[in-house]
């Protein structure tokens, strides 16, 4: 069984930094894209970041020089470090694995339960 979880949500002052953890779980032969997207209310889940490989990655126009997406292969993790956040990165904040799994019953695309991110003062 492959379980996705996401960490380090919360709330965050205009300007502040918050860095998020997604670490998938199981029997787990490779972690193909990663990517983290978001969902603020009432508005359609947008993707925000994907990285393929180790330096393949995507970002949304208005995070670009603010979001960093990296991974970690032996921990199964994958980060999105958040700096200078705005009220607007308010959402709740999704991973999104594509992995292949040693049982091929479990390989696939996987989603986090999702994880709280506020910015206000």
């Known amino acids: 069984q492959v379980q996705v979880v996401e960490s380090g949500g919360g709330l965050v002052q205009p300007g502040g930094s918050l860095t998020l953890s997604c670490a998938a779980s199981?029997?787990?032969?490779?972690?193909?894209?990663m990517a983290w997207y978001r969902q603020a209310p009432g508005k359609r889940r947008d993707l925000v970041a994907s990285?393929?490989?180790?330096?393949?990655?995507f970002y949304l126009d208005s995070v670009k020089g603010r979001f960093t997406i990296s991974r970690d292969n032996a921990k199964n993790t994958v980060y999105l470090h958040m700096n200078s956040l705005k009220p607007d990165d308010t959402a709740v904040y999704y991973c999104?694995?594509?992995?292949?799994?040693?049982?091929?019953?479990?390989?696939?695309?996987?989603w986090g339960q999702g994880t709280q991110v506020t910015v206000s003062s």
């Open positions: 199981g029997r787990i032969s490779r972690l193909n894209v």
């Open positions: 999104n694995a594509n992995l292949d799994s040693y049982d091929s019953d479990y390989s696939g695309i996987y």
């Open positions: 990285i393929a490989g180790s330096s393949s990655t």
